[in-house]
């Protein structure tokens, strides 16, 4: 599963999806199994949202291979291929690792540039990895 499009001027799911396939993942993260009519009846407490709708995007995202569908007697169940974590983690790894093949080193630099933000357990933590790297040296 390749998200093709990563948008930088949107912010959580939004940056991955659309804005309807955002609030559908975000759903569908948060049960086990769903049909359209489920989803749709949870988008409805929000705003109006046609069954159609919901049903093409639902269809489109099994298509991408984001969702996985399965009969259960008359109705189709779906369900993430990825839990929101699995997810998350697999396309920033993508999305570092093209960054990396692109532009190498100036990459490097911003991310360490980055980390006077972040806390010291998550410098702790890419202290820990680099000895790791350099053992493997």
């Known amino acids: ?8 001027n949107e912010s959580g799911l939004n940056r991955f999806f659309g804005p309807l396939e955002a609030k559908i993942m975000d759903i569908l993260w948060n049960d086990v199994e769903m049909t359209i009519k489920d989803v749709q ?6 705003k109006s949202t046609n069954f159609n709708t919901v049903m093409t995007v639902m269809n489109r995202l099994v298509d991408k291979e984001i969702l996985r569908k399965r009969t259960d007697g ?4 779906y369900k993430p291929v990825l839990s929101r974590e699995e997810f998350l983690s697999t396309q920033s ?3 570092t690792n093209e960054l990396m093949d692109e532009f190498g080193n100036v990459v490097v ?3 360490l540039d980055a980390l006077e933000d972040v806390d010291d357990a ?6 820990e ?3 790791e790297l350099k053992k493997g040296m």
Do not use: D, G, N, P
């Not at 009846?41 to 929000?46: A, D, G, I, K, M």
């Not at 998550?122 to 202290?127: C, F, I, Q, T």
């Open 41 to 46: 009846q949870v988008l409805e407490r929000e």
């Open 1 to 8: 599963m390749r998200i093709r499009k990563f948008k930088l």
């Open 74 to 77: 008359r109705s189709f169940l």
């Open 129 to 131: 990895k680099i000895k």
């Open 93 to 95: 790894k993508e999305m």
């Open 109 to 111: 630099s911003h991310m």
């Open 122 to 127: 998550l410098v702790a933590k890419l202290e």
